[in-house]
């Protein structure tokens, strides 16, 4: 094929479904004339008819199927044992800061509350249904989910955009629906009767 190859580094390879989306999703822009993906590199070599398309088009691409993607420079220090560690470095700051709110989280919500006095507290009401303990969970999960969990919204929400379902999908559909019911459940024993008899 005639064209100008270039090899860009791409970040958020995890598997064999990453390379066969990036290869499929790139090998619809215009004037992409081949992909080929590596997840040992976390590389991609594309050849491009320049008339038509640049390294931009296929960054901009790479970044509307979820991942990030740079021109790799020639004589670039950063070889892709690099790019994984840098990667891993950030997933291990994402994990710390959500057990950072989540072992608090999960005291309160088990051990804690296992103890008389504890119990007593975190059990006194605040508004209705709501109690102290109620009140502390939802301060404590939702960070977790909208902030700590960000990166899995902006990537589920770009694969969405392009019908694809992704493991990002999957897990913001199984946490936001396990979120959402437990605050639908509070609001609606809040407006019980019950409730408003107590």
């Not at 220090?77 to 994984?84: G, S, T, V």
């Not at 103890?115 to 102290?132: D, Y």
């Not at 990002?168 to 407006?191: K, R």
Request: net charge positive; aromatic share 8%.
């Amino acid at each position: 094929l005639e064209g100008d190859e270039f090899t860009f580094k791409v970040e958020g390879i995890t598997c064999g479904a990453c390379v066969s989306r990036i290869e499929k999703g790139l090998g619809k822009v215009k004037g992409v004339l081949s992909v080929s993906v590596s997840l040992a590199n976390n590389s991609a070599l594309v050849r491009l008819n320049r008339q038509c398309a640049g390294a931009r088009t296929v960054i901009t691409a790479l970044d509307s199927l979820g991942y990030k993607g740079e021109l790799a420079e020639e004589g670039s220090r950063e070889c892709p044992q690099d790019m994984r560690r840098r990667e891993r470095a950030k997933w291990e700051k994402m994990l710390k800061q959500a057990a950072a709110l989540t072992i608090p989280a999960f005291l309160i919500a088990m051990p804690l509350d296992q103890i008389a006095p504890v119990h007593a507290f975190l059990h006194i009401r605040v508004w209705r249904a709501v109690t102290i303990q109620i009140l502390l969970l939802v301060m404590l999960c939702a960070p977790v989910q909208f902030y700590v969990g960000r990166e899995f919204y902006t990537a589920a929400a770009k694969a969405l955009r392009h019908g694809s379902s992704t493991m990002d999908v999957l897990v913001v559909l199984g946490t936001t629906s396990g979120f959402l019911y437990s605050i639908i459940s509070v609001t609606s024993a809040c407006f019980s009767s019950r409730a408003q008899d107590g």
